[in-house]
């Protein structure tokens, strides 16, 4: 055995994740209106003004039909961990559909790559803690997600409303805290510059205080999706 095929099979899909690194690392940095937060651990940015706030609101609308309590991986999570609502957009729909590209040009990815927009609402009290986005190989839905586009690369967050109080995306590794703002992509990797799984993305969607936080996510795989 090769040293690279030892090294693929200790971490599964680590050039694909590479590769995609260097893509959209160099959309982002090609692009002024990207903001690079200031860290060396992580590559995390984020683009105001993504959505109008017409585009928001219609959006958060589309959160309230579609929002159910959230699921995570049975047994990989305690119960509480996330207590958000989610809820999965049909991806032939129209505002779903430009959104997702308006994404995957942002950060210069085929759609292929992206897991269906994710929509979530956080109540006063829920939240999201201490995760991280790349799947752990050693878990059983590995098995699947495997063969369902392979490790995650890129998250893509986009805020929809100001919260009147909490509900920070948190990097507790990095000591960065975001505070959501209507219309703000936050876009990061979870791998580092070698495909390797970036630990220090370590992140939390933290309780909401006062009033609500919609969300819309969108994961990039390293190899096609679905
Ligand atoms: O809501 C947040 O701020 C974080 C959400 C998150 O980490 C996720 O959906 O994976
Ligand atoms: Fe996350």
Sequence with gaps: MTDTATKTTKVPDQSALARVGRTVR?????????????????????????????????????????ASPSS????????????????????????????????????????????????????????????HDYFYPTENYWKMERKNGGQRSWTAMLFLNDVQAGGATSFPELGISIEPKAGVLLTWNNAKEDGTPNEDTLHAGTPVTLGSKYVITRWYRSRKWG
Excluded at 75 to 92: P, V
Excluded at 102 to 111: Q, T, V, W, Y
């Design 26 to 66: 160099a959309r982002l940095d090609a692009d002024p209106k990207a903001y690079k937060v200031p860290t060396d651990k992580a590559e995390i940015y984020a683009i105001g003004d993504f959505l109008s706030a017409n585009e928001c609101r219609k959006l958060i609308e589309m959160i309230d039909v579609v």
């Design 72 to 131: 995570l991986y049975e047994g990989t999570y305690k119960d509480g961990f996330r207590t958000s609502y989610t809820g999965n957009f049909n991806r032939d729909d129209t505002t779903v559909k430009m959104v997702s590209r308006r994404i995957d040009d942002a950060l210069g990815l085929s759609g292929e790559l992206g897991e269906t927009m994710q929509g979530q609402r956080y109540l006063p009290g829920q939240q999201f803690k201490d995760h």
